[in-house]
């Protein structure tokens, strides 16, 4: 079966434009998981979002960030007026909501902010 | 504050001999842990987990070894085979973070010589 893909691969922008990330999770996973790396760094936790229920932003670094989830599949996150600092691959997994320790992740979108 | 630190970010090892990769925790609260694998242009992959009431878990030629009054753990791979050559990242999640939100490491490199 098709595993969680994200869009684009990668994303080149210059500082100040706003950007969307796509992320595509495997049919029937429920909740699904938003992470950052930057460079050097391990995974970051940005959002969670688990069916109907209120999602967790509590990771997400500034109020520049933001996701949503529509009909419970396909999730955007989107960071407006983008920053040097936000360069970074963004990593979009997803899970049975009782498999969170076994997390599916996507190939991941490099930004980089110019 | 990094709660889950790997200190070696590289290991290189021969063919055939064990690989040890290890990872400190700070947080007591921690109860559950993880150990991804991450090969180049892909998302990082479940390897294999231990839960606090466990010292040791074992899977094929992967054993995890969780150390809690040290609040340590390592993976073991034997024997180490050229394909295990990836970036191996360690995550645990408990207490205030919640049961789905992990807090990773920063990955250490494996190089499985041939």
């Known amino acids: 079966g098709a595993g969680v893909s994200q869009s684009p691969s990668n994303k080149v922008t210059e500082k100040g434009k706003d950007v969307e990330l796509r992320c595509d999770p495997i049919?029937?996973?429920?909740?699904l998981y938003w992470y950052r790396q930057s460079l050097g760094q391990g995974l970051e936790f940005l959002i969670y979002?688990?069916?109907?229920?209120?999602?967790?932003k509590s990771g997400l670094p500034s109020d520049r960030f933001s996701a949503e989830r529509t009909g419970g599949s396909v999730s955007t996150l989107t960071i407006q007026r983008t920053q040097q600092e936000d360069s970074a691959v963004y990593l979009c997994?997803?899970?049975?909501?009782?498999?969170?320790?076994?997390?599916?992740f996507g190939p991941g979108t490099r930004l980089t902010v110019t | 504050d990094q709660q889950v630190k790997q200190n070696s970010p590289s290991l290189s090892v021969q063919e055939g001999r064990i690989s040890i990769l290890n990872c400190d925790y700070t947080?007591?609260?921690?109860?559950?842990f993880l150990w991804y694998k991450k090969y180049p242009a892909e998302g990082p992959t479940f390897l294999i987990s231990?839960?606090?009431?466990?010292d040791k878990n074992e899977d094929g030629r992967f054993t995890v070894f969780l150390n809690k009054s040290a609040k340590h753990l390592s993976l073991h791979i034997v024997p180490s085979q050229p394909g295990d050559s990836a970036v191996y990242f360690c995550?645990?999640?408990?207490?205030?973070?919640?049961?789905?939100?992990?807090?990773f490491g920063t990955g250490t490199r494996l190089k499985v010589l041939a």
């Open positions: 049919s029937g996973h429920t909740a």
């Open positions: 947080n007591s609260m921690f109860d559950y």
């Open positions: 995550a645990a999640s408990g207490g205030t973070s919640g049961t789905y939100k992990y807090i």
């Open positions: 997994a997803s899970s049975l909501p009782s498999s969170s320790y076994e997390q599916y």
């Open positions: 231990i839960s606090s009431i466990k």
């Open positions: 979002f688990q069916g109907n229920s209120a999602p967790d």
